[in-house]
């Protein structure tokens, strides 16, 4: 798998497009004061859980005031995924990797995309007993063939989780890893993923795809679904657009 050091902008990189707003920082990063409907959602949570909600609402309002949305609370609905603002899809991401932590935000105007998934990942391994659960047979057997077993076991693991991101918010279905099979390409930096069994009928097409970055720290793992005529449906981030 290919590692790149250190980018400045991992998800812009990623994301590569112009319409698609990206904000990353770190976990810890100082910055202005939840809004008071926010800090009511994280009134219980434990200081752990709390510095990553902070750290998404602060990333997540910077973008936002970059598509011109301003004083807007991120809140969550009961399934605990962000309620954006109408016009606007995102995805919000956190781990803790490093001394200080990642955080990584991407939000477009509805117009130009109809879902987004980001997912991060420390570059580890994925505990061996979490492999039956996450890969199918032949995913398996693609990361024992690789340099990294656990390590792109992982990058399987985080791909899943960015399809279902980018998914969720259109259908409201929940999936779980064997819904999807992944195939990662590392040498053009994309994934594959099918949808499979029942899940098909998510997507007639059946498949996505799927950008991934893997650099000395993280893994991560994006899919961006245009909205139907807008002009990144031509350029080939997604293969198939999902009606849901």
């Not at 989780?161 to 040498?187: G, M, N, S, W």
């Not at 994934?191 to 991560?220: C, K, N, Q, T």
């Amino acid at each position: 798998m290919p590692a790149s050091r250190a980018l400045a902008a991992r998800l812009a990189a990623l994301f590569g497009q112009s319409g698609i707003v990206t904000h990353e920082t770190s976990l810890g990063e100082a910055g202005e004061p939840l809004y008071d409907e926010e800090a009511a959602l994280v009134a219980n949570f434990s200081e752990k859980r709390r510095r990553e909600f902070v750290a998404g609402r602060r990333c997540a309002r910077r973008a936002l005031a970059d598509l011109g949305i301003t004083d807007f609370p991120l809140l969550a609905g009961p399934d605990r995924a962000p309620l954006w603002p109408g016009a606007v899809v995102g995805s919000i991401t956190h781990t803790e990797v490093g001394a200080g932590g990642y955080c990584g935000v991407a939000v477009a105007h509805r117009r130009l995309v109809a879902g987004l998934g980001v997912d991060a990942e420390p570059r580890q391994p994925l505990s061996p007993e979490l492999w039956p659960r996450v890969l199918d047979a032949e995913e398996g057997r693609a990361a024992l063939a690789a340099a990294e077993p656990g390590v792109w076991a992982r990058l399987i693991f985080s791909a899943k989780e960015a399809v279902y991101k980018a998914i969720y918010p259109l259908c409201r279905r929940f999936l779980d890893f064997p819904d999807v099979h992944i195939q990662v390409l590392p040498r053009y930096g994309h994934f594959l993923a099918e949808f499979v069994g029942a899940a098909r009928s998510i997507a007639p097409a059946g498949s996505l795809v799927g950008r991934f970055l893997a650099d000395d720290e993280l893994l991560i793992a994006t899919v961006l679904l245009p909205a139907s005529g807008s002009p990144l449906a031509q350029e080939g981030l997604s293969l198939h657009h999902v009606p849901c």
